[in-house]
């Protein structure tokens, strides 16, 4: 495959409107760029790959996170290591893809931010109360990713895919085995990674839980990132010629059928009713009727 041919396909994946895709596509073109930054501090000695990874990590000390607030965002789409995102991005397109077709694509992206944001808030929340002098840096997908899952397993419990080894499973119990699984490894040295995974799941039950009463937490994003939405909403003053005011229309048609009841009138009073034609009769009758 050629350098071009590569490109057009990447383009007409990205045109398709899934922002699964689009998901998928920036965080590995951040993992790419982290990477590449980590081979140049290697071959350089520079310190520009910690100086990096501090930018893009969200800081467990709320002293540190105030003066790097972006870290909140950009952890949601940075990954290092090649198994984390390998993980975290087929997770993605699979339950993604579900949550998409279940519930819209519109709700794709809202929902990855909120989750990713639960997430890094119960980090934070977690390292204030248990490791308040402490600084922690969190990067990845895990609590967006997990929001999404669960989203969709809340939605559509019932639903089955296959897994290699296991055959057809629902989509609830595997939810469930995820989040279980990530509460069992708490205690592996990853405490403030599954903190984030089981925020980012409490979030995606929360929101399809209150979606199917009717509330949708996501719709003020929907609203903002959906541009037809707010040109539809937003009101358009357009630029027009001055036409006739339908009020003088109005107003000359008055002044248009007062005249000619006058001159019918004079007729009538010049050479009598018999002198009207039998269109003038019909006309004055129907103006007759109208008064």
């Known amino acids: ?29 951040i993992f790419l760029a982290f990477n590449i930054v980590r081979l140049i501090d290697t071959i350089t000695h520079s310190g520009i790959f910690a100086w990096t990874y501090d930018q893009f990590a969200l800081h467990s000390s709320i002293t540190v996170f ?8 950009t952890y949601m789409f940075s990954h290092v290591g090649v198994l984390h995102i390998l993980f975290n991005m087929l997770n993605l397109f ?13 709700r794709v992206l809202p929902v990855y931010l909120m989750g990713g944001i639960a997430g890094g808030l119960a980090y934070l929340l977690s ?22 899952l669960v989203a969709a397993a809340t939605q559509v419990p019932d639903y089955e895919i296959g897994l290699m080894f296991i ?3 629902r989509l609830k119990w595997l939810a469930m085995a995820l989040v279980i699984i990530g509460i069992i490894t708490m205690f592996d040295g990853n405490f403030g990674g599954v903190i984030a995974h089981l925020g ?6 929360a929101y399809i839980k209150l979606l199917q009463n009717g509330t949708d937490l996501a719709q003020p994003l929907i609203w903002l990132f959906n541009t037809r939405e707010r040109r539809a909403a937003k009101p358009v003053v357009k630029k027009f010629k001055p036409k006739k ?3 003088k229309i109005v107003k000359k048609a008055d002044e ?17 009713y018999q002198s009207l034609s039998a269109e003038e009769k019909a006309w004055l009758e129907k103006v007759s009727k109208e008064n």
């Open 1 to 29: 495959m050629n350098g071009t041919s590569f490109q057009q396909d990447i383009r007409y994946w990205l045109r398709q409107g899934n922002t699964v895709n689009h998901l998928l596509f920036w965080n590995i073109v």
């Open 66 to 73: 105030i003066t790097k607030p972006w870290g909140l965002f």
């Open 94 to 106: 699979w339950f993604g893809n579900i949550f998409r077709e279940m519930l819209g694509n519109q």
């Open 127 to 148: 390292y204030y109360i248990l490791f308040q002098h402490s600084d922690g840096l969190m990067l990845g997908a895990s609590a967006s990713v997990m929001c999404i």
């Open 167 to 169: 055959g057809s499973i």
């Open 200 to 205: 980012g799941a409490s979030f995606g039950f």
């Open 245 to 247: 005011s339908p009020l």
């Open 256 to 272: 248009n059928t007062q005249s000619r009841l006058d001159q019918l009138l004079d007729k009538i009073n010049e050479k009598g």
